[in-house]
């Protein structure tokens, strides 16, 4: 069972990059979907929380109406619809991914708390961080699970708990013991180019029901990354 791993991320860059966003989001898994299909074999695909930006102020359904209000979350949709096109295939919808690898806010933060005296964060965007290496320890368990191959569908998947970036720049410095003073500020105080939701808590209960699988609280997996960044 193949996984769909690679993604276009840059979401404030997209809105200058549509042809690139989508061929990478959408075009590009719709292929996969295809080959695999034809092969019989079950892809899994990851997309993003941001496909709902519905304004429903509760935890997320996969049931809920998508209202994509960026390029980058036109584009992670439409490769939803491409990739479900194809029977068999398995989406799952995620939020405010970070990890030890490449460019995330854990890092960005790490960064910054080393340089400034003081950080103005977001308040108002609410959501839960989800640790990459979860999402990875999940789709492995699923593979080797006896129900692998026997679900299909949209699935939504984070860590447990709920936060804003504002609470989660200062758990970060929390708990790696950097003397960073964070500042809450509202959304239209730092405007990106590309709309982000104010809300994006997904509701996993379709999720535990078909997997079975304990999910990590937020504020657990965040030690574990940053013991492997700060150490």
């Not at 359904?61 to 992670?76: C, F, G, N, Q, V």
């Not at 996993?204 to 492997?228: M, N, Q, T």
Request: glycine content about 6%.
């Amino acid at each position: 069972m193949p996984a769909s791993i690679v993604a276009y991320t840059a979401v404030d860059k997209a809105e200058q990059e549509n042809e690139l966003a989508f061929a990478i989001n959408a075009h590009a898994p719709g292929i996969l979907a295809e080959a695999c299909w034809e092969k019989g074999v079950q892809l899994i695909h990851y997309s993003s929380d941001y496909v709902y930006h519905n304004g429903i102020n509760r935890p997320l359904l996969e049931t809920d109406p998508s209202m994509p209000r960026s390029i980058y979350a036109h584009s992670k949709l439409e490769g939803d619809k491409r990739v479900l096109a194809h029977p068999g295939a398995l989406v799952f919808r995620t939020s405010w991914v970070y990890s030890s690898f490449g460019h995330n806010f854990v890092k960005t933060m790490l960064r910054l708390g080393q340089e400034r005296d003081t950080l103005r964060v977001v308040n108002d965007q609410i959501g839960t961080p989800t640790y990459a290496r979860d999402i990875a320890r999940m789709s492995l368990q699923i593979l080797l699970s006896e129900q692998s191959g026997e679900q299909a569908g949209i699935f939504n998947y984070s860590n447990e708990g709920v936060c804003s970036w504002y609470d989660f720049a200062r758990a970060i410095f929390d708990l790696s013991g950097i003397p960073c003073r964070v500042e809450p500020i509202p959304s239209t105080a730092y405007p990106t180019p590309a709309a982000r939701p104010s809300y994006s808590v997904l509701d996993k209960s379709k999720f535990k029901a078909a997997f079975g699988l304990e999910i990590p609280y937020w504020r657990d997996s965040l030690v574990e990354c940053l013991h492997l960044l700060v150490h």
